[in-house]
C-alpha cells in the first residue's frame, strides 16, 4: 500500500491544484486585463450569476447530508452570506447591483435568459454532486476557495483603470468576497485534511478538486465561444 502524504504534504498539493483555477483562462486573462468589451462583460456577469444562484443550494445540499452538527452550524454562514439574512442583503443581491453597474436589467439577470447551456450543464453537475457525493467529499470541492482571493483582488486592482463606465459601487460583491473566502478556507480545508486520510483517499480528495475547478473552466470556455469567438449556441443548427 503506499504511504499516505503527510498533512503538510497533502495540503501543499491542493493548493498547487491553484495552477489550474480560471484565473488562468484566456477569457478571465482579457477581462483583467482590459480588453474584455461591454458585451463580454455584461456576457459573463450574466452567466456568473447562475453560478452564484446555485452555491447556497449547493451548500444547503451538503447540510442536508452532513451528520456533524458543528460543521453543520459553521456551514450555514455560507448560505446567509449568498442568500442574506435580517439587515444584510448578501451575495447574490451584491451581484445583482454588479449586474445593474455594468448596464443591465436585474430582472434579465434573474431570469437566466442569457444563461449559455454549456454554462447551465456545468453549474447543474456541480449541484448534483454536491447532492449525491458524501459531505466531506462535497466540501472538499469547496476548496476552489483556497485560490478565489486572489482573483476578486485582481478584480479590484485592474478593473476600475480598464473599464471606467462601470459604477464602481457595483464591486462590493468582490470586496465582501475577500473576507469571507477566506474565512471559509480553513473551515473547509480543515474537513478535508481530516477526513482524507490514506493515500487513495487523498488522491481522491485532489480529483475532486479537479472536478470542481473544471466547472469553472468550463463555464469559461463556453462564455469564451460564444462572446469571443460569437458562435452562440446551436449555431449550426437551422432556426426553428
Given at each position: 500500500?503506499?504511504e ?29 486585463s ?52 435580517d ?24 431570469s ?19 447532492r ?21 483582488q485582481?478584480?479590484?486592482d ?5 473599464y ?63 462572446y ?13
Amino acid at each position: 500500500m503506499t504511504e499516505a502524504w503527510s498533512r503538510e504534504e497533502f495540503e501543499k498539493k491542493l493548493r498547487d491544484k491553484g495552477q489550474l483555477y480560471h484565473i488562468h483562462h484566456p477569457f478571465q486573462l482579457n477581462m483583467n486585463s482590459g480588453k474584455s468589451s461591454k458585451a463580454q462583460i455584461q456576457g459573463w456577469v450574466a452567466n456568473r450569476f447562475y453560478y452564484q444562484t446555485t452555491i447556497p443550494m449547493k451548500d444547503a445540499a451538503i447540510m442536508a447530508n452532513c451528520t456533524e452538527r458543528e460543521v453543520r452550524r459553521n456551514w450555514i454562514q455560507r448560505i446567509l452570506d449568498h442568500d442574506g439574512a435580517d439587515g444584510e442583503d448578501g451575495g447574490i443581491e451584491a451581484w445583482l447591483r454588479l449586474s445593474e453597474a455594468v448596464g443591465m436589467n436585474r430582472q434579465e439577470i434573474i431570469s437566466h435568459e442569457h444563461v449559455l447551456p454549456g454554462v447551465r450543464f456545468a453549474c447543474d453537475a456541480y449541484l448534483n454532486f454536491a447532492r449525491t457525493a458524501s459531505w466531506q467529499e462535497a466540501a472538499c470541492s469547496s476548496l476552489t476557495e483556497l485560490f478565489a482571493p486572489e482573483i476578486h483582488q485582481k478584480r479590484l486592482d485592474t478593473w476600475p483603470d480598464h473599464y471606467d463606465w462601470i459604477d464602481i459601487q457595483g464591486y462590493q460583491y468582490f470586496r465582501k468576497r475577500l473576507s469571507e473566502a477566506r474565512r471559509d478556507v480553513q473551515h473547509g480545508l480543515n474537513i478535508t485534511l481530516d477526513y482524507f486520510k490514506t493515500r487513495e483517499q487523498q488522491e481522491h480528495a485532489l480529483g475532486i478538486l479537479q472536478f470542481k475547478l473544471d466547472v469553472l473552466w468550463s463555464m469559461l470556455d463556453a462564455m469564451q465561444i460564444a462572446y469571443f469567438y460569437a458562435e452562440p449556441p446551436f449555431h449550426s443548427c437551422p432556426e426553428v
